[in-house]
């Protein structure tokens, strides 16, 4: 997907081969052994013609094979969730600087440089308000809005919640749904068969690129996955949240659900508690205004909008040091 949308936004992409280790079976490793060597070499080539000021890492498996083969030049590394996989954790090693969405994060790096930047966010998010987002995506002005989000691919166990209670969801609030690519066809052929006053208070989309910034301020509350965008998206807009937290991987999207539980700022729901609990929590939260209101004003305050601005300025210094 990263893929994808790197070229919607007109900027070239290259890829290499790499594979994880972590975690993988013994079946698995010797290939992805191997495609993390070829994706050294893969990496020396692109290094060769492209030749960076500087190496800007985010995380993931891809980054390992680039990083054997950049070790001289300038790197900063930046980690989204507030723990790091163990691809960041090798990396970090080598970076020049560490940029970090939250102080929670220090604690897993006790060497080189660390900066608590905050999670960038694009600019244009910050143009929208609840009455132009409403306006764009066709919700009444009036009345609460639910916007419900699994990611570009979708959480099944999400979107099934949401569909068993769909007519009580409606009756609440007017919905947003993100469905992600994988269930698109079964929520369409849902939403096809409710009824017209239903219809008209259930908004449906397989993804959202440039209107999602109008879906998050449109909304009264949101329910999604814990990824490491929740930690700068939501407090932008001062969004409370109902965090379903991804159990079958490793414990990122529950640390970063943690994080703003701790401060107020997120109800946690765990996966397995989804198919009954998603809609008294929901009712619980649209119901109860003193508790959303500061469920609100908690998210706001961990707002740090200027994020991408701090990891573009310590880029530039680190390029202007070849």
């Known amino acids: 997907m990263e893929a994808a949308l790197v070229r919607r936004a007109g900027v070239p992409f290259q890829s290499i081969p790499a594979g994880g280790v972590?975690?993988?079976?013994?079946?698995?490793?010797?290939?992805?052994?191997?495609?993390?060597?070829?994706?050294?070499?893969?990496?020396?080539r692109i290094l060769r013609v492209f030749n960076p000021h500087v190496i800007f890492y985010t995380g993931g498996y891809l980054a390992v094979p680039m990083a054997a083969a950049a070790w001289r030049y300038p790197t900063l590394l930046y980690v989204p969730d507030i723990e790091p996989?163990?691809?960041?954790?090798?990396?970090?090693?080598?970076?020049?600087?560490?940029?970090?969405?939250?102080?929670?994060?220090?604690?897993?790096?006790?060497?080189?440089?660390?900066?608590?930047?905050?999670?960038?966010?694009?600019?244009?998010?910050?143009?929208?308000?609840?009455?132009?987002?409403?306006?764009?995506?066709?919700?009444?002005q009036e009345g609460p809005a639910l916007l419900v989000s699994g990611g570009s691919r979708g959480a099944r166990a999400l979107n099934q919640a949401v569909m068993d209670n769909l007519p009580a969801l409606l009756e609440l609030a007017q919905v947003v749904h993100i469905?992600?690519?994988?269930?698109?066809?079964?929520?369409?052929?849902?939403?096809?068969?409710?009824?017209?006053?239903?219809?008209s208070r259930y908004l449906a989309y397989p993804y959202l690129h440039e209107e999602m910034g109008a879906a998050l301020a449109s909304a009264d509350l949101v329910v999604s996955r814990a990824g490491a965008s929740v930690l700068g998206e939501y407090p932008l807009f001062g969004l409370p949240a109902i965090l379903v937290p991804y159990p079958y991987a490793w414990r990122y999207q529950k640390v970063n659900a943690d994080y703003l539980v701790e401060r107020g700022a997120a109800v946690l729901l765990e996966n397995e508690r989804l198919a009954d609990g998603l809609l008294p929590t929901v009712r619980n939260l649209l119901t109860g205004t003193t508790q959303r209101q500061s469920m609100r004003q908690a998210m706001q305050g961990l707002a740090q909008p200027h994020a991408a601005a701090r990891i573009a300025e310590e880029l530039v210094a680190l390029a202007g040091r070849r």
């Open 22 to 44: 972590h975690g993988v079976g013994a079946a698995h490793l010797p290939g992805n052994l191997w495609r993390l060597l070829r994706g050294y070499f893969a990496a020396r």
């Open 85 to 140: 996989g163990l691809a960041l954790k090798t990396i970090s090693n080598i970076a020049n600087s560490i940029a970090l969405t939250t102080d929670e994060s220090c604690r897993f790096f006790r060497h080189g440089k660390r900066l608590v930047t905050g999670y960038p966010v694009r600019p244009e998010l910050a143009h929208w308000d609840r009455q132009k987002g409403r306006q764009r995506l066709g919700l009444e």
């Open 179 to 199: 469905s992600g690519d994988l269930d698109w066809p079964t929520i369409e052929g849902v939403r096809d068969r409710l009824s017209k006053a239903q219809a």
